[in-house]
C-alpha cells in the first residue's frame, strides 16, 4: 500500500538524522527564534478563535433566545471541526509540506471569525464553528511539527513548549479583550478581531515563513529553498555532511536515469508498524485523558466556583489562573523535559495534577487557596497538554510527524468533548462537587500511568 506524495528516499530520511545532529552542534539562531515566534502568534490567535464562542455565548444565549443544549450543539460542532483539521490537515502536511498547510489554516479560521459576525441564528453559528475549527485544528500539528523541525534536539521540547505557550495566552487575553470588546461594541466585535488580526498576520507569514527543512529532504530532490534554509540556519557554513547531500539530490534530480526513490508506507501503517502500535495507542490514551481534564477544566471551572457559593468576578478570574498556569507550565515541563526526560517529567506533573484536581474539590472558602489550586492544576493539566504535544515529537520521524500529531489530537478531541459532557451530567445529577473533581481526577492517574509506560521509547525509522 502506498501513499501518494508520501515519497521518501532512503538519503532523505540520513538527512533528518544529519539535520537534528548538525543543529544540535551549533548555537540557536536568530532565524529559528523567528520562525518559533512566528508559529507562536499562529497559536495564540489559535487559542483566541477557539475560545471566541464561550466569550459570547451569553450575550448569544440571550438576543437569540438560544438554551444551553443548543449552545452545547454550537461547541460540539466546533470541537467536530478542529478534529476534522486534525487528522485530515496533518496528513496533508506530510505530503505536501507544513508551509502551505499553515497558510491555508490561517486564512481559513480568519475568514470563517469574519463571516461569524454576520452570523443571524444559532444553526448559521453551528455551520461556522465547523467551518472555522478545521481551519483552528489544522494549524495546531503543524505548527509544532514546524518548529520542532527548526530546534536543535538539546532543547526541542522547551522551544516547542514556549512557542505554544500563546495558545492558552491568546485564549486569556482573548477573555480580557472579550470583556471590554462587548460591552463597547457588541459580540461582533469579537469576530471582527479574531479575523482581522490573522488575515494581517498573513501579509507576514507568506514571505517569512519558510518550509520545514527536514520535509525538503525527505524529497529527495534537489528543491533550492533548502539550500536557502540551510545558509540561514548555519552563516559560518553548511556542515559537511549536509553539502554533499543537497549536491547528490541535485545531481539526482537532474539526471534522467535516476534510480526511483522508495516509496514510504502510507502514514496509517507507519503509526501502527512494528514495535510502534503500541506507543501509538499508549499515546492516544494519553491524549483522550488529558484534553478531557482540560476542556472539564475550561468548560464547568467558573460555573462550579460560583456555584461553590464564591462572587461572580472570582469565578471568572479562575479561567484566567487557569489559563496563565498552563503558559507558564508548558514553557516548565518544556525545559524540565529537556533536562530529565519528557515522559518522566510527564509522569510527575499528572499526579501533581490529580492532587490539585481532588484538592480544588476539597476547597472552600479561601479564595487565595482557591486559585492557587487552579494555577497548579492549569500548569499541570494544559502546561502539561503543550510537554506532551513536544514530547510526541520524538516518538515520530519528520516524514509522519504531524500525521502522528495531528491523529493524536484528534483522538484527544474525542476526549475534549467527553470531558465537559461527562461533568454536566454529573453536576446535572446531584454530584457533590468535591465526587465530582475526584472523578475528573480519575485521568490524571490514566495519563501518569501512559506517562511512565511511554519513557524510553524511541522513533523508528
Keep these: 500500500m502506498t501513499h501518494a506524495g508520501a515519497v521518501s528516499s532512503p538519503a532523505g530520511s540520513a538527512f533528518s538524522t544529519a539535520i537534528d545532529a548538525a543543529l544540535d552542534g551549533t548555537p540557536l539562531r536568530a532565524y529559528q527564534l523567528r520562525v518559533a515566534m512566528l508559529c507562536a502568534i499562529v497559536a495564540m490567535l489559535d487559542g ?77 453559528l453551528l455551520m461556522l464553528r465547523f467551518v472555522t475549527g478545521i481551519g483552528l485544528g489544522g494549524a495546531t500539528p503543524n505548527v509544532i511539527a514546524l518548529t520542532a523541525e527548526f530546534s536543535p534536539p538539546r532543547i526541542r521540547a522547551t522551544m ?127 491524549y483522550f485523558n488529558s484534553l478531557l481534564m482540560i476542556y472539564f477544566l475550561m468548560s ?31 514553557v516548565l515541563l518544556g525545559r524540565l523535559s529537556d533536562r530529565y526526560g519528557a515522559f518522566r517529567v510527564l509522569a510527575a506533573g499528572y499526579a501533581a495534577a490529580g492532587i490539585a484536581l481532588i484538592s480544588i474539590g476539597a476547597a472552600s472558602g479561601s479564595t487565595a487557596l482557591l486559585m492557587l489550586l487552579v494555577f497548579v492544576a492549569g500548569l499541570c493539566t494544559i502546561g502539561g497538554q503543550t510537554a506532551m504535544n513536544a514530547a510526541a515529537t520524538s516518538l515520530y520521524p519528520a516524514s509522519i510527524r504531524a500525521t502522528a500529531l495531528g491523529t493524536a489530537l484528534a483522538v484527544g478531541r474525542v476526549g475534549s468533548i467527553v470531558g465537559p459532557t461527562v461533568g454536566g451530567l454529573l453536576l446535572a445529577s446531584g454530584w457533590p462537587i468535591p465526587a465530582v473533581f475526584t472523578a475528573v481526577a480519575a485521568p490524571a492517574l490514566i495519563t501518569c500511568v501512559t506517562s511512565i509506560l511511554l519513557i524510553g521509547k524511541r522513533p523508528g525509522v
Aim: glycine share 12%; with cysteine.
Design 48 to 124: 483566541f478563535d477557539t475560545q471566541a464562542i464561550a466569550f459570547v455565548a451569553p450575550v448569544l444565549g440571550e438576543l437569540w433566545h438560544v438554551g444551553p443544549g443548543r449552545f452545547g450543539l454550537i461547541f460540539a460542532a466546533g470541537l467536530v471541526g478542529i478534529m476534522v483539521g486534525q487528522l485530515t490537515l496533518g496528513r496533508l502536511a506530510d505530503s505536501i509540506g507544513r508551509r502551505p498547510v499553515i497558510l491555508f489554516c490561517t486564512a481559513l479560521f480568519a475568514a470563517g471569525s469574519l463571516v461569524t459576525a454576520k452570523a443571524d441564528g444559532w444553526i448559521m
Design 160 to 286: 516547542i513548549t514556549a512557542m505554544f505557550a500563546g495558545f492558552p495566552l491568546g485564549a486569556a487575553a482573548g477573555g480580557y479583550l472579550s470583556s471590554h470588546l462587548i460591552p463597547a461594541y457588541g459580540w461582533q466585535s469579537v469576530f471582527i478581531l479574531g479575523g482581522l488580526v490573522p488575515l494581517a498576520l498573513l501579509a507576514f507569514l507568506v514571505p517569512a515563513l519558510p518550509e520545514s527543512p527536514h520535509h525538503l529532504g525527505l524529497r529527495g530532490g534537489g528543491d533550492p529553498r533548502l539550500a536557502r534554509i540551510l545558509a540561514r540556519l548555519f552563516p559560518t557554513g553548511v556542515p559537511e555532511a549536509l553539502q554533499n547531500w543537497t549536491a547528490a539530490a541535485v545531481d539526482r534530480a537532474q539526471t534522467a536515469h535516476a534510480p526511483a526513490a522508495s516509496v514510504t508506507p502510507a502514514p496509517r501503517e507507519r503509526l501502527f508498524g512494528p514495535h510502534r502500535t503500541a506507543m501509538t495507542l499508549l499515546l492516544w490514551v494519553a
Design 300 to 330: 464547568w471551572l467558573p460555573a462550579v466556583v460560583r456555584q461553590s457559593g464564591m462572587p461572580l468576578d472570582t469565578a471568572i478570574i479562575s479561567s484566567v489562573f487557569l489559563n496563565l498556569g498552563g503558559a507558564i507550565g508548558g
